[in-house]
């Protein structure tokens, strides 16, 4: 099997800043009260024109141009979110269209936050087998839209973003060094939108129920949270062969201060080694880790030879984790 690593990254935020104070006029909740127990301080909120499919164009461009291909190298656009364009097509077909990735195969993941762990991890076997060379994947999500502004327990979590990242085949050792993925169905209420689908096609009862909007049991995600993004760390580490001293960066999923202070604490990483955009951003679901990674690698704050850990969690329940040798 070939080694996979990381060919360039790219990102790209909507303009308009929403900060806490404006969620004051919006719902009964305090800046401080939003600061102290999740440490986001501002978001980012999509233009009305803007879907998650320009927000992933965007940033899959700019990973592109910092790879140095050109879109019709591409074999494969893979696009993880939670908040699609539409049903149908695949929000992965309309990127690769708008790039002009024409010879691409392209589908969506929808792991909820763990969509772009998730498209790594299977955009990595393609390039492992050599039945591909060049895949983007991008994360990306308008949560703005599907969540709901009359509900304090989640509007003032979530922001809208997009990250992306060109895998390749790598030598010496580098890339990617181990992939750790889960899932407990079990956890599936703990975080959902019960209406709209299948299950709970939409109709003017569900619409009333506002049960087309995000429902979230923020105890029950922040317990599973706390534990899952050691314990996948761990299992990352464990698999690659690495210590906990190995890794030189911590890239967590961004939900909440508090988790990733847990986290940080039980691997022993000092915090100066730790990408946190969440005060920034708030939570971006599956764009959160790609934005992460491609701001700390053009600020330089990771550099070639570090050993990066990437940990994401979110609903499914989900979780996957990544050891990254840069
Ligand atoms: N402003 C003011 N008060 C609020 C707000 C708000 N925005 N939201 C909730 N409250 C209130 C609650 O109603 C509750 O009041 P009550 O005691 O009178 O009922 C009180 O604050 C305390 O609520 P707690 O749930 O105890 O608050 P907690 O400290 O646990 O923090 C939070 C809540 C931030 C949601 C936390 O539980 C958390 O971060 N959970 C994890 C969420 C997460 O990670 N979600 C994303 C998963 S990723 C994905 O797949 C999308």
């Given at each position: 099997l070939r080694s996979v690593g990381f060919w360039g990254t790219g990102s790209y935020l909507p303009e308009r800043i929403m900060t806490n104070k404006e969620l004051e006029s919006i719902v009964d909740t305090s800046d401080e009260w939003i600061r102290t127990r999740t440490g986001i301080h501002e978001r980012r909120i999509a233009a009305d024109h803007e879907a998650t499919s320009d927000l992933a164009f965007k940033a899959g461009e700019k990973a592109l141009e910092h790879a140095g291909?050109?879109?019709?190298?591409?074999d494969l656009v893979i696009v993880g979110s939670?908040?699609?364009?539409?049903?149908?097509?695949?929000?992965a077909c309309l990127v690769a269209e708008r790039l002009g990735a024409k010879k691409a195969a392209a589908f969506d993941v929808e792991t909820a936050c763990t969509s772009f762990i998730y498209g790594c991890a299977i955009g990595a076997q393609f390039i492992a087998t050599g039945f591909y060379n060049k895949v983007l994947v991008i994360g990306a999500e308008v949560m703005s839209r599907i969540?709901?502004?009359?509900d304090r327990n989640t509007c003032v979590l979530f922001g809208d973003g997009a990250g992306a990242a060109v895998l390749g085949p790598v030598e010496n050792?580098?890339?990617?060094r181990s992939i750790y993925l889960g899932a407990d169905g079990?956890?599936?209420?703990?975080?959902?939108?019960?209406?709209?689908?299948?299950r709970l096609p939409h109709s003017l009862s569900t619409l009333e129920k506002r049960e087309h909007f995000v429902r979230m049991n923020g105890s029950e995600v922040y317990k599973f949270a706390v534990k899952v993004m050691g314990d996948a760390a761990l299992e990352a580490l464990d698999r690659a062969g690495?210590?906990?001293?190995?890794?030189d960066f911590f890239i967590p999923h961004q939900a909440n201060q508090r988790i990733i202070d847990s986290s940080v604490k039980k691997l022993k990483?000092?915090?100066?080694?730790v990408e946190v955009n969440l005060n920034r951003y708030g939570n971006m679901s599956a764009a959160s880790i790609p934005v992460a990674l491609d701001e700390a690698v053009r600020a330089g704050r990771i550099r070639e030879g570090d050993r990066l850990m990437l940990v994401g969690f979110g609903a499914g329940l989900t979780w996957g984790s990544l050891a990254v040798h840069w």
């Open positions: 291909l050109s879109a019709e190298e591409i939670c908040a699609f364009d539409m049903y149908l097509p695949a929000t969540i709901d502004f009359q050792g580098k890339g990617i079990s956890g599936g209420p703990s975080l959902l939108v019960p209406a709209g689908g299948t690495w210590k906990r001293e190995d890794i990483i000092p915090m100066e080694r």
